[in-house]
Each structure stands twice: as C-alpha cells, then as structure tokens.
C-alpha cells in the first residue's frame, strides 16, 4: 500500500516539476524574445549597407535600416496590427492577430476585403470599424491600412454620400491625421500614402450631398463645410478656425457676389479644412517646402473659376515672404501657378486661386529666407544709374579716341574688348531695369519671357567677354614666339563674347518655356524651384570667375619678379605696380562677381550683401575709371583731342572776323587783333611743346603704323647773350579762299612776348 501510494506520489510529482520546467523555460524565453531590442540590427554597419529586423510579436511585418556615416537608422517600417480579421468591433477581441510580416502591397488586398465587409455590416454609417481604428495605435503599418481603405471606400461610394458617411470617414481621416503620427509618415515604403490621402478625401467629399441645411463637421484635424449657393445669393464666406501647435490659425474661403452670379441654379460648395496635412505631405514627401497655413480643398461648381483665399499664418515673419500654392493632384507636387498673391502682411496672406480637376486643395509656403533691405534696394539703383551713365561715357571717350589709340594689334584687341564689356553690360542693366519694371509673369507673362532672355543673355555676354579679355591676356603671357592672324584673333573674340552666351540663352529657354519652367512666379528671373533654369547663368558666370581669377594670378607672378640685388625702392614700386594691376583687372575680369559666393554661405549676413551690390552695381563706373580714365594714352589721346578741338574753334571765329572785315572795312582793326591774339597763343603752345620736348624727353619712338608729327612752322633760333636760345615761330594764317590782303608789318612771336615789325615791303597773304 504505501509502495503504491509512493508511485503514485511519484507519477504525479513527476509531470507537475516537467511542467513547472517547461513552463520556466518558456518564461525565459519569452523573456528574452521580448528584451530583445526590436530598433536595431545586429550585423556590423557598412555605410550604404541594408538590414532588415522584424516587428515585435504582437505587430506582424518588418522594419528596414540603412547604415549612414556608421550608424543604422530606420528608413521603413510596415509593423500593423489592423487586419482584416480585427478591425470591426465583434472581432477585436476574439480573433488573435495574424503573424509573420506583410509589405505594402498586401495591405491592398487587406484593405480591400475590409472595405469589401464593411459595405456589408454597415453600409449607411460606415460606424462599425470606427472604434477599433480609434483605438489602434498610430504605427506605420497601420496608417498606411486606413490609408487605403479610405481609398477604396472613396472609389465605392461614387453617388449620394450623405453626412452620416461624411461623419464617419472623417473620423476616420481624423485619427491618422493626428500631429502625433506625422513623424511615423516618413516611413510608410509607399511614399504618397500622403497624396492618396488627399485625393481620397476630395473625391468622396466631391459625392456629398446635402439637402436643406449646411453641413458642418468638426474634428480636431478635419473640418468639412458644404453649404449651397444660388445665383441670387451674395456670395459666401466660409470660415475655418482650427489648433496648430497650440495655436488657434483661421482660413476663409471667399466667394465673390460677381462669381456667385455665374451659378444658374442651387449648387453646393463644399470646403475642407486641415491644419496637420502640409507637414504630413512635406514629411512624407521629403520635400524641403515648409507650409506656412491651412490646408484648404475646395469644390465648386463649374461655373466658378475663381475664389479667394485667406490664409493665416503659422509662423510670423516680416524678412520671408509667402507663396501662393495649389496642389497638382497628377504630379504630387506644390503649384505656384494655380494661385496668385494679392495681398500680404506679417499676419496673414490673401490669395485669388482658380479651382479645378486638377487643383482643388490650395495654402500658402513659407518662401526660402531672403534678406530685405532698403540699403539693398537704394545701393540697387543708385549703383545702376550711375553705372549705365558712367559706360555711356566710356563708349562715348572709346569712340572719341578710338583712331589714336588702337594703332597696333595688341591695343586694338584690348579696346575691343573693353569697348564689348561696356557694350553688353549697359545693355544687361538697361534690360536689368525693364524686368524689374514688368508686374510680374502672371500679368505679362511674354514680356517677362523676352526681358529675361536679353537679361540673361546680356549678362552672360559680359561674362564671357571678360573671359576674351582673360584669354588675350594668357595669350600675350604664355604665347611670345608664334602669334595669329588679327582676322582670327578678332572672329574668336567675337565667338565667344555672343556666341556661347546666344547658345546657352536659346537652349535655356527651349527647354523650360513650353513646361512654364522658365521664369520665377513672382519675378521676370530665371526658375529655381521648378527646373533650376538659374544653374544657366550660375555655372558659366562662377567658371569664368575662376578662370579669371588664375589670369590674376599669373600676370602677379610675372610682374612681381625683381631682379636680384634690388633697392628697397624697386621692391615698393613692384608692389605699386602688382596693386594697380590687381585694382584694373579686377573689375574688368568681374572678380567682384566672386563675392557671391560668400552671399551664398553666409545668406543671413547683411555685410556681404551691401559689399555684394557695391561692387556690382557700379562696375559701370569701375570699368570707366579702370579701364578709361587711368589709361595713359588714352589721357594723352584725349589731351591733344581737346587742345585741336579749341584750336579749331579759335580759328573759325578768326575766319568769321576776317569775312566781316572783307565786307566791312571798319571791322579791320579788331579783326587784326584777333589774328594777333591767337597768333601769340599758338605760338606760346608749340613753343612751350618744343621746349619740352628738347629738353626734358627723349625722342618717342613711334609704334608700328604710326607717323612722326610734322612741324606746322619753322622754328628760328636765336641766343641771347649766353642764355637759352629764343624762339621766333612763323605760324601760318588761314584766311578764306580767294581773299588778298596786304601788309606792311610782320607779328614777331617771341618768348618775351609779341611784337610788330614794319616790313620792308608789302606782304601778301594768299587763301589757300
């Protein structure tokens, strides 16, 4: 009896302690499945490299990690715990999840078969999966689940939506649009969850009917209005107020009395509102645009084309400007041509949009940061009239000397170079100022498209021949003992100051102009956002820049070479000359343009802006004084211009007084004196001129082509009692053809002065 008792004690003991085993052992596995990190992978991390970790238990699916700069970091993630089996109410608690993991596209076929039971346990609500979605957590696999059965029910329900169905797929929307999933956005693999979303909304809100009375539906991050208009209506004004980051921001959809009058029997309008959706769109998008307002869809009649919107704004600020924007529901993106701006202020912007099928959800965005200054604008246009009047002088003097100073090859293509700079940037400000005159692209849209073709081909051409100026300079340097035709150093120059700018121009414009990528919404400048058409003129004018820049360089090395045992004074005059050449070619390279680079580092510094536009904006007059003005021969050349000039002015008043005198005798006295008095002025001139000449310079050599200077009198030298030689000039007199006179005195032209001598007969002077 007790062997028995004992065995059964035994058998029963036995599979107890097995069982407390197992079940410890069980424990600690469960322990240790669910310690185990779920955030991250276990290999080792290889930039580029991919792992995948599966999701924890109760949440089938997996997660992707990329490894960045030797740490992982989660890029998808598709754990859900909706499924067909637990969405609705009765089955929440009775069926277990399903394990193992799904991908994107499996959510389709799940959501597929809930949107098909839901239209069979609650077709006139939609109520019976509301609950349990409420209650699900906002995970990526999750949203991405109610993300296409909102899709689906949308697709479904195409007629006679009525405001129990509005109400309840708001709700759902509305948890899924909730500030605290808009990070979990980022890592749904399909990448427009976002834009399926609003497309799914305005399509079944487009089906909403409403019978006497609006509708109004009010959730935290959705708000739906539907009211009808008639045409004897006085227009509508529907106002949304809504929470955005602890913040109250309003929108009103504004409809015209003139609009509403185009309406030709009852229709409805329907608006929605949502406050979270632009930084769901943005995050989900990765799109480096920041919207700065509501969300507001709006469905309209067709007979409306257009509204006005007033947006709020989320964040205040006076220095970055908003951006009118309509959703381009084909190309996912923000449109800056579906709107236009009308008014703006710190607080709020007003925009007049033109809804259709392809826009019906409209905001506004934050414009990239841009300082604004009016020591910037007033240096603008300052800089520029006086640039443009400072290279109209620079032509004006080029043409006024042009045959005496472009006497040999290397001075004729440096003139010409010159001369093409002045030319072409003159014509880039004067076109510079006809842009910023036009309204805008909006308003005169083929105007705007030909001021910034000339603007920028213009502009361009300056650049590039700064670059024939660099090349001709390289030439001369590096290139002593073989040299080119002038015909083919002249048609070169010519192709590449207006020809690689023309191309680039021409194939600019082709590109983006038939997809209106070509101008800037709110100004006649060339795109950025869009097409990045700007990178036309950026890339060649900073390649210039450096290859000019390298020119600088080398004429330094090769002028500040001295030779050796050199004076303390020869040093400072190699360091005079280094700066006057540094000083010349800056602004005739453009190596002011360079400082634009600092601009782009530093965006936020008012500095580098004003020295930005004070070294442009007058390179007009930088040209002139650099490449005019300091020019010696160019002095010299207008030197002698101005002194024959009065000269000659001189002598046509003399000849007028000698034609008096021929017909009025009594004229005839200060007529001579006249004649006397230029006389001794001419005279004094040469004098002064041969004086200098023999005795303080040594003979010029003339450059090739050029001829020695005639001697317009014979020079007669006298001494005086051992002191410098005196001069006695016979200068010639111009009297008008035809005409004799008779004199019996000579004008004697002496340093001393002038004197009269009585001849010792009559002189006769001849015209000629």
Known sequence: MTHTFLLYCLLFLLPTESCRTLCQAASKSKEKVTARPHGACDGVCVD?????QPCPPDAPGNMGFLCRRKKWHKITDTCQTLTALNIFEEDFHTVPSVQGGKNISQYARTSETIADRLMQKCPKDLSCVLSNIQRSPRIPGNIAVIVQLLRNISAMLSTDVDEAKMQSYSIMANHILDSKSISNWTFIPEKNSSCVLLH?????????VTNKHPIDISDVFIHTMCTTISGDSNGKNLTFSMRVNDTRVTGRVLISRDEVQKVRSPSQVVSIAFPTLGAILEASLLENVTVNGLVLSVILPKELKRISLIFEKIRNSE????????WHSLESRWDQHACQMIQEDSQQAVCKCRPSKLFTSFSILMAPHTLRSPILTYITYIGLGVSICSLILCLSI?????????KTEISFLRHLCIANVAAT????DAWFIVASLLSGPRIHHNGCVAATFFVHFFYLAVFFWMLAMALLILYGILIVFHTLPKSVLVA??????????????????AATEPGKGYLRPEACWLNWDMTKALLAFVV???????????????VIVKTQRATIGSSMFQEVRAIVRISKNIAILTPLLGLTWGFGIAVVINDSSLVFHILFSLLNAFQGFFILVFGTILDPKIREALKDRVTSAKWASRISELNIRIDQEASNPVARAPALEVLIGLLGSVAWALADSNAETHSSRPPEVPERGEHLPHSSAPAVMHSRNGRAPRRNVLVPVFLPPGSTKKASQAVVLTEEGMTSERMAGPLSISGC
Do not use: D, K
């Not at 580029?48 to 995948?52: A, F, I, K």
């Not at 080029?398 to 472009?406: G, K, N």
């Not at 940037?425 to 880039?428: E, Y």
């Not at 390649?543 to 080398?554: F, K």
């Open 48 to 52: 580029n490299s991919h792992c995948s």
């Open 200 to 208: 799914s909304v305005n399509t079944f809100a487009r089906n909403l």
């Open 319 to 326: 220095e970055r400007r908003a951006q009118c924007v309509g």
């Open 398 to 406: 080029e043409a006024l000397v042009w045959s005496r100073v472009t």
């Open 425 to 428: 940037l003159l014509m880039a």
């Open 492 to 509: 070169s120059l010519f192709s590449v100051g207006y020809g690689c700018p023309l191309v680039i121009a021409v194939i600019t414009v």
């Open 540 to 554: 060649p004018a900073l390649a210039i820049v450096v290859v000019n820049l390298i020119t600088v360089t080398l």
